[in-house]
């Protein structure tokens, strides 16, 4: 946590089959301080924890964030435990998550701030690919 200096924003997500509900909390993210950091879930995370592969592959999903306006760098977020290390290694003064994170990371209060953004509704990755898949 910095005192003086550019405020960092930090958040993580899959953002797989990018749609407008990811980047709208990114543009939220971002408008809350002056740099914003991406962390991308792997896509062996992914695999562990929802067992399936994303649609697009790691590279991809980090290039499609990165190339974003609101987002000054990306990085691949290895594993959920690491997120006290990522917030320290990116000097991070406040953590955004959507509010289907709600609670699950106030334990970081202590080293930034902690903000659950209202996610956007009617509108997921796995809604997308129901619809898609159904030819609809
Ligand atoms: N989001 C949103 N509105 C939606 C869909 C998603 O605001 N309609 C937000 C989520 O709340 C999250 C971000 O977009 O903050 C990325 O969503 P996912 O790709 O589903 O990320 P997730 O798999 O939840 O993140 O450390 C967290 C992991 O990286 C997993």
Redesign the pocket.
């Known amino acids: 946590m910095s005192t003086d200096g550019p405020r960092t924003v930090i958040?993580?997500?899959?953002?797989?089959v990018f749609?407008?509900?990811?980047l709208?909390?990114?543009e939220?993210?971002a408008a809350l301080g002056d740099r914003l950091v991406v962390?991308?879930?792997a896509d062996e995370?992914?695999l562990r924890?929802?067992g399936r592969e994303p649609v697009f592959s790691q590279r991809e999903r980090l290039e499609i964030v990165a190339a974003l306006k609101p987002v000054s760098e990306v990085f691949v977020?290895e594993s959920?435990e690491l997120?006290r290390h990522y917030i320290q290694h990116y000097a991070a003064d406040v953590l955004?998550?959507?509010?289907?994170?709600a609670g699950k990371f106030d334990e970081f209060g202590d080293i930034c701030e902690v903000v659950?953004?209202?996610?956007?509704?009617?509108?997921?990755?796995t809604a997308l690919i129901e619809k898609i898949s159904a030819g609809s």
């Open positions: 958040t993580f997500g899959t953002f797989d749609h407008v509900g990811h709208r909390v990114i939220r993210a962390g991308v879930s995370l992914n924890k929802k977020e959920l997120k955004v998550m959507g509010d289907d994170w659950y953004l209202t996610r956007t509704p009617a509108i997921s990755t």
